[in-house]
């Protein structure tokens, strides 16, 4: 690829003495929307607050558009943040809300009512310029703080979790409104979230983060479909993931044959739910619990191998809670873990 837009170089951020983040590395291109997906405490929201110069690295380097901003104060950085709590200025209207950045930066009123007016068109609140903020479903708020952002014509715009306190529709709402908006501003957008739906819906790359540290990088296909470690196959719905050892799956109670011959290289193998075959194979499992899904049923059995979740066709035979069944890890179905 071309000179990264934004890129993070051994980057090192720590709280006192703990390391929260560790020599990360990771860049992204002009115009390209990346979501840094992993679980609470991961690390990915110091990471967008150090990009935002909300926190002072404790080592490495940050560069945007060919500049080091290490060290620049935040509002001399060209990067934008929506926050996961909207953070609206309860007693300004939605106008002045997105106003206040302009005003902040002493824009002249002609092109500070020209921008805010487009902003406000953009999100389509153009018709709820003069109600305040507590007026406003969720979602208009979300709309609200994107379109505070966005005014400010960022180089770069970093969202922390923004649609998590919507509800479902308005969520799947919200990530198409940010997909418009992101194509027809053509702004990087770094998307911060737990989510695998959002980032895998939303994003041309994701970056997977792991106790401060980058798990792996890809396209979402890449990343959905050849998970490269246990901890990312488990993350986006590999949940039957096992570590091999000597060429046998790593069990509860040590040891178990795959039934197949292993790969060598192998590091581990997953399966998700719905690849288990029940009724046969070489394995044997009792049925703990049983859950109607409408179009499945998902199944927890206890095993050998420990927990093993199977979603098969309601259709299909039931299986009583308490039965003995046979199961089937099928090599077909596997998918290869290079890394434990």
Same mark, same amino acid.
């Given at each position: 690829?071309?000179?990264?837009?934004? @890129?993070?170089? $051994?980057?090192? *951020?720590?709280?006192?003495?703990?390391? %929260?983040? +560790?020599?990360?590395?990771?860049?992204? =291109? #002009?115009?390209?929307?990346?979501?840094?997906?992993?679980?609470?405490?991961?690390?990915?929201?110091?990471?967008?607050?150090?990009?935002?110069?909300?926190?002072?690295?404790?080592?490495?380097?940050?560069?945007?558009?060919?500049?080091?901003?290490?060290?620049?104060?935040?509002?001399?950085?060209?990067?934008?943040?929506?926050?996961?709590?909207?953070?609206?200025?309860?007693?300004?209207?939605?106008? @002045?809300?997105? $106003?206040?950045? *302009?005003?902040?930066?002493?824009?002249? %009123?002609? +092109?500070?009512?020209?921008?805010?007016? =487009? #902003?406000?068109?953009?999100?389509?609140?153009?018709?709820?310029?003069?109600?305040?903020?507590?007026?406003?479903?969720?979602?208009?708020?979300?709309?609200?703080?994107?379109?505070?952002?966005?005014?400010?014509?960022?180089?770069?715009?970093?969202?922390?979790?923004?649609?998590?306190?919507?509800?479902?529709?308005?969520?799947?709402?919200?990530?198409?409104?940010?997909?418009?908006?992101?194509?027809?501003?053509?702004? $990087?957008?770094?998307?911060?979230?737990?989510?695998?739906?959002?980032?895998?819906?939303?994003?041309?790359?994701?970056?997977?983060?792991?106790?401060?540290?980058?798990?792996?990088?890809?396209?979402?296909?890449?990343?959905?479909?050849?998970?490269?470690?246990?901890?990312?196959?488990?993350?986006?719905?590999?949940?039957?993931?096992?570590?091999?050892?000597?060429?046998?799956?790593?069990?509860?109670?040590?040891?178990?044959?795959?039934?197949?011959?292993?790969?060598?290289?192998?590091?581990?193998?997953?399966?998700?739910?719905?690849?288990?075959?029940?009724?046969?194979?070489?394995?044997?499992?009792?049925?703990?619990?049983?859950?109607?899904?409408?179009?499945?049923?998902?199944?927890?059995?206890?095993?050998?191998?420990?927990?093993?979740?199977?979603?098969?066709?309601?259709?299909?035979?039931?299986?009583?809670?308490?039965?003995?069944?046979?199961?089937?890890?099928?090599?077909?179905?596997?998918?290869?873990?290079?890394?434990?």
């Amino acid at each position: 690829m071309s000179d990264p837009f934004l @890129e993070l170089d $051994a980057l090192t *951020l720590t709280y006192g003495d703990t390391i %929260a983040v +560790e020599a990360l590395d990771f860049h992204m =291109a #002009a115009g390209e929307l990346v979501a840094l997906l992993g679980p609470s405490g991961c690390g990915k929201t110091t990471t967008m607050r150090a990009i935002a110069g909300l926190m002072r690295p404790a080592a490495g380097h940050i560069r945007l558009d060919g500049r080091d901003i290490t060290r620049v104060a935040p509002n001399r950085r060209g990067v934008g943040l929506v926050f996961q709590s909207y953070a609206l200025f309860p007693h300004l209207s939605v106008y @002045e809300n997105v $106003a206040f950045g *302009l005003r902040i930066a002493r824009i002249r %009123a002609e +092109e500070l009512e020209r921008r805010t007016h =487009a #902003a406000l068109g953009a999100v389509g609140l153009t018709d709820f310029a003069g109600r305040a903020p507590a007026e406003l479903s969720g979602g208009q708020q979300q709309r609200v703080a994107l379109a505070r952002s966005i005014v400010m014509e960022p180089k770069l715009l970093l969202l922390d979790e923004p649609l998590s306190n919507l509800d479902a529709r308005l969520r799947l709402e919200m990530r198409t409104e940010l997909a418009r908006l992101q194509r027809e501003f053509g702004i $990087a957008m770094l998307y911060v979230t737990h989510d695998q739906a959002e980032a895998l819906a939303l994003a041309d790359r994701i970056i997977v983060m792991n106790d401060g540290k980058v798990e792996q990088v890809g396209t979402p296909e890449d990343i959905y479909d050849r998970p490269t470690s246990v901890f990312v196959a488990d993350f986006v719905g590999f949940e039957n993931t096992f570590r091999v050892e000597r060429g046998a799956l790593s069990g509860a109670n040590g040891p178990v044959d795959a039934g197949f011959a292993v790969t060598e290289g192998a590091r581990g193998l997953a399966w998700r739910p719905q690849d288990v075959t029940l009724g046969q194979g070489p394995h044997r499992g009792r049925i703990e619990g049983a859950s109607y899904l409408g179009q499945s049923v998902e199944y927890l059995m206890s095993s050998p191998l420990g927990p093993i979740k199977a979603e098969r066709p309601a259709h299909e035979k039931r299986h009583a809670t308490g039965t003995e069944v046979t199961f089937d890890l099928p090599q077909a179905r596997a998918v290869e873990l290079a890394r434990g």
